[in-house]
């Protein structure tokens, strides 16, 4: 199975800037999932890490391949828009290259263990056949209706203290 932009969008509630999954060329439900990203000079991130040496954070590999888990999630989710797969853990990230402007980044992504509320993947992230990034990642389905935080209620409660005055 592949998946295009527009289906991918369909799985994940990443947008831009955060979106890092450009297409599905493989995908074997409840077990392994392959993912492009194309690398461009027009990320973000290039503008800080590094100027003059721009280099793709592996924090943000590690995040790829975490969206590739949650897409195997998220497809066997029947209520889908009501919940959220959500990135709980990293053992074992190792970094063996640099990812730069014009790379194609492979993401494979395998499935270790899966049930209804939590997932456990092995990622792989390659640029031109050879490994840039490995790490065991670990996420948990929650529901994606969010609670107001106290803080955020605070300042109206205030506004409407001082409009009693």
Request: hydrophobic share 45%.
């Amino acid at each position: 199975m592949k998946l295009d932009i527009q289906e991918i969008l369909g799985f994940l509630p990443h947008r831009y800037p955060f979106l890092l999954i450009d297409r599905i060329v493989e995908f074997e439900p409840t077990k392994r999932l392959v993912a492009i990203k194309n690398v461009t000079i027009n990320e973000q991130f290039f503008q800080g890490h590094f100027p003059g040496y721009p280099i793709m954070p592996g924090v943000l590999v590690v995040e790829a391949m975490a969206q590739a888990g949650g897409i195997i999630m998220m497809h066997e989710i029947p209520d889908r828009e009501k919940k959220l797969v959500v990135f709980t853990g990293i053992e074992r990230a190792k970094f063996r290259r640099p990812v730069t402007p014009g790379d194609q980044l492979r993401i494979e992504v395998e499935v270790l263990s899966m049930k209804t509320r939590a997932g456990r993947i092995e990622g792989h992230a390659y640029v031109d056949g050879k490994l840039a990034c490995q790490a065991t990642l670990t996420c948990a389905v929650v529901s994606r209706v969010q609670e107001p935080h106290p803080a955020a209620e605070e300042p109206a409660a205030a506004q409407e203290a001082v409009k009693a005055e």
